[in-house]
């Protein structure tokens, strides 16, 4: 074949476990999906208006995870880690049936996600890949917090910080080259909190079924959880890990060079939001050079997916 195919599944994958902010058991079946299907969502708990698309512009809530709604309410929250698998694996087309409203948070991190879907094997689509080329840089603030996206060459790089008064975590950044790095301390780093924020959390109704099963709880100096972190740079690894999950809510991989200060899902909601409101921002590609694998999906799982 003379480019490079879209890819789905070659088999179901099923994923079971606690949602995290539900507090919900909840069951999930990711199955092969056709040429220029996309990401779906099916909530197969409900019989009528229970399709839901993983769209920038269907996102309803941005607190501590990110939520994606339909036209008659029917939502699906904490996508974020699973979109960041599949965006990582170079899955384009699938059909995700859910059977609750939260995608269950497992370890807290996509590492069950990515070890699963690439056991479960890649089937070649026949349709060219698409791409999102980024064409005029783009930003958004909040206060002392920001993201920008503007155009680089073949690649997606995301170049992430973290600011916190705590010492554990203090002030961290990470930069990645998501095409070409190995992403593992990214999709192994999990969701995290500080000890005193817990009770908050759990009074605006969240975090029901948080524990440090699945996520990493900090108290003064200390991690509370026993096998302490996964790797040094876990919690802004963790956020680079949100964000390739909430960029691709956009439809497609992209070709860009993100910059992000103390962001989180709502900025990179926002700056999906603002870019694609003008259509000299960005372009729609079909990338059909048989030499350029590498730029569109890791290295390290190419073999894989091939």
């Known amino acids: 074949m003379s480019y490079l195919t879209q890819k789905t599944i070659k088999n179901n ?20 999906a056709e040429d220029n299907f996309g990401i779906v ?53 699938a059909l995700i049936e859910i059977d609750n409203e939260e995608v269950p948070i497992l370890d807290g991190s996509a590492k069950e996600f990515i070890e699963k879907i690439i056991k479960a094997g890649f089937k070649i689509n026949n349709s060219p890949i698409k791409i999102i080329k980024i064409n005029k840089e783009v930003s958004y603030s909040d206060g002392d917090r920001y993201i920008s996206i503007k155009p680089s ?61 699945n996520a990493v709880v900090v108290k003064g100096e200390q991690v509370l959880n026993s096998e302490g972190l996964r790797n040094e740079k876990e919690f802004v690894n963790h ?15 992209i070709v860009a060079s993100i910059k992000c200060s103390q962001g989180g899902h709502y900025l990179t909601n926002q700056l999906l939001r603002k870019v694609f409101e003008n259509k000299e921002n960005f372009s729609i590609l079909e990338i059909k050079e048989k030499n350029l694998p590498h730029t569109l999906i890791n290295r390290n799982t190419l073999k894989s997916i091939a």
């Open 153 to 213: 060459t073949l690649s997606l790089d995301i170049n992430f910080e973290l600011k916190y008064n705590n010492k554990i975590i203090g002030n961290q950044s990470n930069k990645v080259k998501v095409y070409e790095d190995d992403l593992t301390d990214i999709y192994n780093s999990r969701t995290y909190c500080l000890f005193e924020d817990i009770e908050l959390i759990k009074k605006n109704g969240l975090a029901k079924g948080g524990s440090l099963d």
């Open 13 to 32: 994958v099923a994923f079971s476990g606690v949602a995290l902010h539900s507090g919900l058991n909840v069951n999930v079946c990711i199955k092969p």
């Open 239 to 253: 956020k680079i890990l949100d964000c390739i999950g909430d960029l691709y809510t956009s439809g497609f991989r």
């Open 41 to 93: 969502f099916k909530r197969t708990d409900l019989k009528v208006n229970n399709i839901v698309y993983p769209n920038f512009m269907n996102v309803t809530n941005t607190s501590l995870n990110t939520t994606v709604e339909n036209d008659f309410g029917v939502k699906v929250s904490t996508i974020e880690h699973l979109m960041g698998a599949l965006f990582g694996l170079g899955i384009d087309n």
